[in-house]
């Protein structure tokens, strides 16, 4: 099932690339297996799938411990401070920062676990009081202030669009996290291939307004806790 399940995103995401001209290569797959077992993750790895997102460290660490490395693992939920540890010995890429208090504690895990960590910060491009991520007021100093981390690679934005059936005001969400990104390289000099956005439900949309890595779990796996 997922393998078809696949077959027809992929197909999903060509068809929107080919609609603004852009290459289905620059669009990542992070296939979210959030609630399910091991053995899905499997399933996915067996259909193709490079890149397994999982939003909770506790849960990630469970199935780390039986798929280990034949995967890459992305961290795309919340981050608490007391997790980052863990974290950082699963993860290749976290989607979620989203303070300078959360970037002092990975910069200093980092430099523990002698490493350096790919990240992406979370942008609160709805206003809805419910998400994560830094307000795009405050973007720029959270940016300068990752920038002093020498330990973690700031690589793009991350966010999560509105809930809502309004495809107006999905794509606004889009389109603002692009136009942030694209201020940030402009203002300090520094390339930022990455936008993380896009999910089961507007992932069309995210690519049509530049998405390079879009996390899809239920398009793949079926609705969670079915
Ligand atoms: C669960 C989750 C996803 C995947 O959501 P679907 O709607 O199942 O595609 C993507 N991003 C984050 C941060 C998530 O928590």
Same mark, same amino acid.
């Given at each position: 099932?997922?393998?078809?399940?696949?077959?027809?995103?992929?197909?999903?995401?060509?068809?929107?690339?080919?609609?603004?001209?852009?290459?289905?290569?620059?669009?990542?797959?992070?296939?979210?297996?959030?609630? !399910?077992?091991?053995?899905?993750?499997?399933?996915?790895?067996?259909?193709?799938?490079?890149?397994?997102?999982?939003?909770?460290?506790?849960?990630?660490?469970?199935?780390?411990?039986?798929?280990?490395? /034949?995967?890459?693992?992305?961290?795309?939920?919340?981050?608490?401070?007391?997790?980052?540890?863990?974290?950082?010995?699963?993860?290749?890429?976290?989607?979620?920062?989203?303070?300078? =208090?959360?970037?002092?504690?990975?910069?200093?895990?980092?430099?523990?676990?002698?490493?350096?960590?790919?990240?992406?910060?979370?942008?609160?491009?709805?206003?809805?009081?419910?998400?994560?991520?830094?307000?795009?007021?405050?973007?720029?100093?959270?940016?300068? !202030?990752?920038?002093?981390?020498?330990?973690?690679?700031? #690589?793009?934005?991350?966010?999560?669009?509105?809930?809502?059936?309004?495809?107006?005001?999905?794509?606004?969400?889009?389109? =603002?996290? =692009?136009?942030? =990104?694209?201020?940030?390289?402009?203002?300090?000099?520094?390339?930022?291939?990455?936008?993380?956005?896009?999910?089961?439900?507007?992932?069309?949309?995210?690519?049509?307004?530049? /998405?390079?890595?879009?996390?899809?779990?239920? #398009?793949?796996?079926?609705?969670?806790?079915?």
């Amino acid at each position: 099932m997922v393998k078809k399940n696949l077959s027809l995103v992929k197909e999903r995401i060509a068809a929107a690339c080919e609609r603004v001209g852009r290459e289905a290569s620059e669009v990542g797959i992070v296939a979210v297996t959030k609630t !399910h077992p091991p053995d899905v993750v499997r399933q996915a790895i067996d259909a193709g799938i490079e890149t397994i997102g999982e939003n909770r460290v506790q849960e990630a660490e469970a199935k780390y411990a039986e798929i280990g490395d /034949a995967c890459k693992w992305h961290l795309v939920g919340h981050l608490q401070r007391n997790k980052v540890k863990k974290a950082l010995e699963i993860f290749e890429m976290i989607h979620s920062l989203d303070s300078a =208090r959360l970037a002092d504690e990975i910069e200093k895990e980092a430099v523990k676990q002698s490493k350096s960590i790919p990240c992406l910060i979370e942008v609160n491009t709805s206003g809805e009081q419910s998400k994560f991520g830094v307000a795009p007021d405050n973007l720029a100093h959270l940016v300068a !202030h990752v920038f002093k981390c020498e330990h973690i690679k700031l #690589v793009g934005l991350m966010t999560i669009g509105p809930l809502t059936d309004d495809q107006v005001a999905i794509r606004k969400s889009f389109s =603002r996290l =692009r136009t942030l =990104r694209d201020r940030i390289e402009n203002v300090f000099g520094h390339y930022l291939p990455h936008l993380s956005m896009g999910m089961s439900d507007d992932f069309e949309i995210a690519i049509e307004e530049g /998405a390079t890595l879009v996390r899809l779990g239920r #398009v793949l796996f079926g609705p969670r806790g079915a």
